[in-house]
C-alpha cells in the first residue's frame, strides 16, 4: 500500500484547504483512515480519522472546522479544512489503519504518506 498525501499550502487565517490522500492497492475501503499532524518542536497529533462505514472522530481542537471524508470508488480520503488558524500550521500525514474501526492512536496505524505542508499566516 502507498499513500499520497497532496493539497497543503500556504493559506491565511480564516482560509480553507482541501487535503488528499490517494492510496494504492486493494481493499482500501476494508479499514479505516486517518490523519495526523505534527508541528515543529511538537509531537504528532491526531486530527481525525474514518471508518469502514464512514463514521467520522475528530480532535476537539478541529472539531467543527475540519470534515474527513472518504471515496472508496477512487480509493481517497479528504480532509476538508475551514476557518484556519496559524495553530493548524503543520505537516499534515494520510494514515492507513489496521482495521476498519478507527482509533486516535498512531500505533493503530500502519502505512504513512509523506506528508503535505499546511501553513497558516495570520
Known amino acids: 500500500v502507498q499513500l499520497q498525501a497532496s493539497g497543503g499550502g500556504l493559506v491565511q487565517a480564516g482560509g480553507s484547504l482541501r487535503l488528499s490522500c490517494a492510496a494504492s492497492g486493494r481493499a482500501f475501503s476494508a479499514y479505516a483512515m486517518g490523519w495526523f499532524r505534527q508541528a515543529p518542536g511538537k509531537e504528532r497529533e491526531f486530527v481525525a480519522a474514518v471508518n469502514v462505514i464512514g463514521a467520522t472522530d475528530y480532535a476537539d481542537s478541529v472539531k467543527g472546522r475540519f470534515t474527513i471524508s472518504r471515496d472508496n470508488a477512487v480509493n481517497t480520503m479528504y480532509l476538508q479544512m475551514d476557518s484556519l488558524k496559524p495553530d493548524d500550521t503543520a505537516l499534515y500525514y494520510c494514515?492507513?489503519?489496521?482495521?476498519?474501526?478507527?482509533?486516535?492512536?498512531?500505533?493503530?496505524?500502519?502505512?504513512w504518506g509523506q506528508g503535505t505542508q499546511v501553513t497558516v499566516s495570520s
Open positions: 494514515a492507513k489503519g489496521l482495521v476498519a474501526s478507527s482509533s486516535r492512536r498512531f500505533e493503530n496505524y500502519d502505512y
